[in-house]
C-alpha cells in the first residue's frame, strides 16, 4: 500500500499530461491551504481560487501570505534545509540506538569514522556532518538516515575482509543520503510543511515534531526504499569508493558474500525484506559497470583493516 | 552421468591448488571467458545467462571460472556466488534451495539468534545517550584525509555510471 502510493506520487511528478499536472498541483495547493489555515486561522484562506500556478510557487503570493506561503513552498518544492534534514536524521537515528546500541568498541568506531569521512568527502555533500556507527548485532545489515547518518551492523563488519569491502558498504549508504533517498519517501507520503522552530528543545530530546513526521520509531528502516533507489546507491556508491582510491570491488565482493549466504538464514531477513537479492543488485550493476571501471586500480588496503575481537 | 563427474573434478581442483576456492556461481548474463583477467586479452569461450560455473579464483574485478570444459576469467559482477541460481531472478530458485543443502560448509549454524525485526524498529524509543555517543566520534575532514594518505589513498576522478536504459525487471527478494 504505502509501496504504491509512492509509485503513484512518483509516476505523478514523473508524467507532464496537462491533467496529471493540474491534480498534482491541486494536491500541493490544498496542502498549501492547509498550513496556511493552520497558520493564520483568523484570516480566511485565498488559495482556493488560484490556479495551481499559484500555488507551486511560480507566481508571488498575496502579501499578506508572503513569509508562509514562500517558506511553505520552497519546503516543498527544493527540499529541506540542510538543518531540518540534519534534525529528520537524528531523530531517526535516535530511534535506532534505541533498537540497538552502538558496540562498545570506541577503536572500532573511530576507525569507521575516518573510512567514512574520506569517502563522504568524494560525495560532494560538505553543508552536513558525517556519523557513522557499528551497530551491536549479529543481524547483517546498514543503514542510512538524513543528515549524513550512517550504521552497519557488527553482523555485517564481521563478514568483511579488507577496508575497501567497508568503503564499498559506506559508500552505497552515503550515496542513499547525497540522492536524498528517504527524504524523498517522506516527502511523497506525507507532503510535510516546513518544520518550524524546535523551540526550546535539548539535544538529547526526541523531537516530537519530527517523529510525527517519520511514523513510529525507526520504522522507515523496516520499510525500505524503492529498489531502483537501492540499485541508484550501488551505481553511485561503487563510484564515490573508486574516486577515494579503492578499488571499486568492495561491494561487489560484499554482494556476493551475501550471495553465498542461505537465503533463509534469519540474520538477513530484514535485509531481504528491504533489499533486492543480491544477485538481482549484482546483475544490476554488472550492466551499469560493464567495462567502465576496467582502467580504474585502487587499494584495497587489507593491512590496517580493523578486525573485532 | 555428467553430474557425478563434477564433484571428482572439484576434488582434483582443490588438490592441485591449497588455496583455490572452488565455489558455485552463476552466470548472470551472457559473457566471455578470457585468457587472461583483462578484456584485451584473448577470448577462450562464451557462456550463456544461468549457466552454472565453478569459481575457482579472484583476481581484482574478475574471477577465473570453469564452465563446463572451458576455464577462464570473467568479470567479477557477470557472476553470482552462491547455489541460488539467478536467484531473485525468478529462475532457478528451485535449484537453488536443493543445492544448498549439498553444500554445508556454506550453512551458518544460526540457532537462538533473532536479528532485526520490524517490530524492534517500530517499537524503537529514542535514545538520546547513545546518539550522543555516535556523534561524539566525530572526526574532521582533515583527520579523514590524513588517515587515507597514510593508507597511499588519494582522490581519483572517476566518472559517474549512466542509468540503465531499460528499467529493472527483477522482482523484488520479498516476493520470492
Not at chain 1, 543528515?147 to 558498504?169: H, M, Q
Request: hydrophobic fraction near 40%.
Amino acid at each position: 500500500m504505502k509501496l504504491k502510493l509512492t509509485l503513484l506520487a512518483a509516476a505523478l511528478a514523473s508524467f507532464s499530461g496537462a491533467a496529471v499536472a493540474f491534480d498534482f498541483g491541486k494536491v500541493l495547493e490544498d496542502r498549501v491551504k492547509q498550513e496556511l489555515e493552520k497558520k493564520t486561522q483568523t484570516q480566511p484562506s485565498q488559495t482556493t481560487e488560484q490556479p495551481p500556478a499559484e500555488a507551486q510557487g511560480t507566481a508571488t503570493p498575496p502579501a499578506k501570505q508572503k513569509i508562509d506561503a514562500r517558506q511553505l513552498g520552497m519546503t516543498l518544492l527544493t527540499g529541506y534545509s540542510p538543518e531540518e534534514e540534519t534534525r529528520i536524521g537524528r531523530q531517526i537515528a535516535g530511534n535506532l540506538l534505541g533498537a540497538v546500541p552502538l558496540l562498545r568498541d570506541d577503536k572500532l568506531q573511530n576507525y569507521v569514522n575516518l573510512v567514512g569521512n574520506w569517502v563522504a568527502l568524494q560525495s560532494g555533500r560538505k553543508d552536513i556532518t558525517w556519523h557513522f556507527g557499528v551497530l551491536d548485532t549479529e543481524d547483517i545489515n546498514a543503514f542510512a538516515a538524513p543528515g549524513g547518518y550512517v550504521f552497519l551492523t557488527k553482523g555485517l563488519y564481521r563478514r568483511l575482509n579488507n577496508e575497501a569491502e567497508l568503503a564499498g558498504v559506506l559508500a552505497h549508504e552515503i550515496a542513499h543520503v547525497t540522492k536524498k533517498h528517504h527524504l524523498k519517501v517522506l516527502k511523497q507520503s506525507s507532503l510535510i510543511g516546513a518544520l518550524g522552530q524546535a523551540a526550546g528543545k535539548k539535544a538529547k530530546d526526541s523531537d516530537p515534531v519530527v517523529q510525527n513526521l517519520i511514523g513510529n520509531g525507526a520504522e522507515i528502516m523496516a520499510r525500505g526504499l524503492d529498489k531502483n533507489a537501492e540499485y541508484e546507491a550501488d551505481r553511485v556508491g561503487i563510484v564515490f569508493a573508486a574516486r577515494s582510491g579503492y578499488e571499486p570491488w568492495g561491494l561487489p565482493e560484499v554482494l556476493q558474500d551475501l550471495a553465498g549466504l542461505p537465503d533463509k538464514d534469519s540474520r538477513t531477513s530484514l535485509l531481504y525484506k528491504t533489499h533486492p537479492h543480491p544477485a538481482d543488485r549484482l546483475a544490476a550493476l554488472g550492466e551499469a559497470v560493464d567495462g567502465r571501471l576496467d582502467a580504474v586500480g585502487g587499494k584495497d588496503v587489507a593491512s590496517r583493516f580493523y578486525r573485532i575481537k | 552421468m555428467k553430474i557425478s563427474l563434477i564433484p571428482v573434478a572439484v576434488l582434483m581442483l582443490c588438490a592441485a591448488s591449497a588455496s583455490a576456492w572452488a565455489a558455485p556461481g552463476t552466470v548472470l548474463r551472457a559473457e566471455k571467458l578470457y585468457s587472461q583477467p583483462a578484456a584485451t586479452s584473448k577470448v577462450t569461450a562464451s557462456v550463456p545467462k544461468g549457466a552454472r560455473v565453478e569459481i575457482l579464483s579472484k583476481q581484482g574485478g574478475w574471477l577465473r571460472v570453469q564452465s563446463g570444459k572451458s576455464t577462464g576469467w570473467i568479470r567479477l559482477l557477470s557472476v553470482r556466488a552462491g547455489a541460488g541460481g539467478l536467484g531473485g531472478t525468478g529462475v532457478g530458485d528451485v535449484v537453488g534451495a536443493a543445492t544448498t543443502k549439498s553444500n554445508p560448509s556454506r550453512v551458518v549454524a544460526v540457532a537462538g539468534l533473532r536479528g532485526l525485526n520490524d517490530e524492534d524498529l517500530k517499537q524503537a524509543k529514542f535514545n538520546g545517550d547513545e546518539l550522543a555517543r555516535m556523534e561524539g566520534h566525530n572526526v574532521t575532514a582533515a583527520q579523514a584525509r590524513s588517515f587515507a594518505s597514510k593508507a597511499g589513498l588519494a582522490a581519483v576522478n572517476v566518472p559517474e555510471l549512466p542509468k540503465p536504459k531499460t528499467a529493472q525487471s527483477s522482482s523484488t527478494w520479498e516476493s520470492n
